[in-house]
Structures are given as structure tokens and as C-alpha cells.
Nanobody, 126 residues
């Protein structure tokens, strides 16, 4: 599975921005797709995830009332719609896919995912 993240940019506080993660290759084996972000000098952290099978969504507390993750199985894409952006949302955003067999769901754990896309930079100015 190959993942291509896009949609980052420079926006002002309070603005909205949509990120897209396009999947190609053996996409039929995808179980979950997650978004993570990494701010300068900080560890990569979980943002949101979606079940490819039934669309169930999961969010980090810091974004759950502002961000929305969705998947389009026909287009093999996952969108992260980010609203009411804050300067602390500034980071490189990465999408990741879980495709291999698993016994437990650890969607917040970056090591649980099997494939990663390149990052896309989101900068929120104050």
C-alpha cells in the first residue's frame, strides 16, 4: 500500500483546511487509516483514525470537536477536515494505514500501523 498525503499549507488562526490521504496498491487489505502529526521538537502524536470497513471514527481529545475524518472507499481516500485551527495545530501531518493481521486495535499507537505516507506541513499563524 502506498499513501500520498496532500493539502497542507499556511492558514490563519480560526481557518479551516482539508488534508487528503490517497491510497494505492493493495488497498483492499486496509483495515484502519490514521492521521498523526509531529510538531518541531515533539514526538509524533495521534490525531484521528477511521475504520476502513465501517467508517467508525476516533479522535484525540485535543481535536475531537474541531476535526473530522472520513473515508471514501470508492476513491481510496481519507480526508481530515480541520476547522477552527489553532497555532498549536502547526505540525507535519502524516497518514498511516493498518493492513496486516492484528489481534487488538491500537489506533493511537504509531507503531501499530504498517504503512506511512510522506508528511504534509500545516502552519497556523496567530
Amino acid at each position: 500500500v502506498q499513501l500520498q498525503a496532500s493539502g497542507g499549507g499556511l492558514v490563519q488562526t480560526g481557518a479551516s483546511l482539508g488534508l487528503s490521504c490517497a491510497a494505492s496498491g493493495r488497498t483492499f487489505s486496509t483495515n484502519y487509516v490514521g492521521w498523526f502529526r509531529q510538531a518541531p521538537g515533539k514526538a509524533r502524536e495521534f490525531v484521528a483514525a477511521v475504520s476502513w470497513r465501517d467508517g467508525t471514527t476516533y479522535y484525540a481529545e485535543s481535536v475531537k470537536d474541531r476535526f473530522n475524518i472520513s473515508r471514501d472507499t470508492a476513491k481510496n481516500t481519507v480526508t481530515l477536515q480541520m476547522n477552527s485551527l489553532k497555532p498549536e495545530d502547526t505540525a507535519v501531518y502524516y497518514c498511516a494505514a493498518k493492513t496486516l493481521f492484528y489481534t487488538r486495535i491500537y489506533y493511537t499507537d504509531k507503531s501499530w500501523y504498517d504503512y506511512w505516507g510522506q508528511g504534509t506541513l500545516v502552519t497556523v499563524s496567530s
